[in-house]
């Protein structure tokens, strides 16, 4: 099963970027890469995900290694509002499940 | 439009009592999860549905069951609560599998 590792916790200054890590160096070629966020007591909000080619979005983007065992989700000017736990997933197989871990604690200080 | 609406989003169970919580999402979407998160474990996965009328196991099904019977809700029950099912339930819905998933704001249960 792909699962992934984070640093449990971070710290970012305000307006810069923040470059969160994850490894899944078990992951399977037809994997994707997923990274959700978490803020204090609310549901969890989907951020980004991709497969092999870096991804950009309105809220981040994403630089997978070539060799897909790596990725790092970058939040471009973190504001305090970018406070919260963020998961870096990857699905298992064909299967349903998304393990979700405890993931990384970004705090963004002013 | 509500997105994923969870109700209810606080409750108090005795030991034995028995409940159900609903989700409701308003996106058409196929697929509808239940998760729960206990303090440092992260979410796990209950049960799914990939459909209407379908429902699956997840990680950890045991004390739950499920229903789809329309497709925009997705119900979880509890025939008798122990405390071990004090936790933060999240609902969550997708149009396929490969998307990402809408989150409800969750429903904190207590099993006293």
């Known amino acids: 099963d792909a699962k992934t590792t984070q640093p449990t916790s971070m710290d970012c200054a305000e307006g810069r970027a923040a470059n969160l890590p994850c490894n899944h160096s078990?992951?399977?070629?037809?994997?994707?890469v997923y990274w959700y966020r978490q803020i204090h007591s609310q549901g969890p909000q989907y951020i980004i995900h991709?497969?092999?080619n870096n991804e950009t979005n309105e809220m981040a983007s994403l630089i997978i290694t070539e060799d897909r065992k790596s990725s790092t989700l970058i939040l471009p000017h973190a504001t305090l509002r970018d406070t919260a736990v963020y998961y870096c997933?990857?699905?298992?197989?064909?299967?349903?499940?998304?393990?979700f871990g405890t993931g990384t604690s970004l705090t963004v200080i002013p | 439009n509500a997105g994923v609406t969870q109700t209810p989003k606080f409750r108090v169970l005795k030991t034995g009592q028995s409940m159900t919580l609903l989700c409701a999402q308003d996106?058409?979407?196929?697929?509808m999860y239940w998760y729960r998160q206990d303090p440092g474990m992260g979410l796990r996965l209950i049960h799914y549905?990939?459909?209407?009328?379908?429902?699956a196991k997840g990680e950890v099904p045991d004390g739950y069951n499920v229903s789809r019977l329309k497709k925009q809700n997705f119900l979880l029950g509890l025939e008798s609560a122990a405390p071990s099912q004090t936790s933060v339930y999240f609902c969550?819905?997708?149009?396929?599998?490969?998307?990402?998933?809408?989150f409800g704001s969750g429903t904190r249960l207590t099993v006293v």
């Open positions: 969550a819905s997708s149009y396929w599998r490969g998307d990402g998933y809408t």
């Open positions: 078990t992951i399977s070629g037809n994997e994707y």
């Open positions: 991709g497969l092999k």
């Open positions: 997933i990857v699905r298992v197989g064909t299967g349903n499940q998304f393990y």
């Open positions: 996106m058409n979407h196929e697929y």
């Open positions: 549905s990939v459909g209407e009328g379908t429902t």
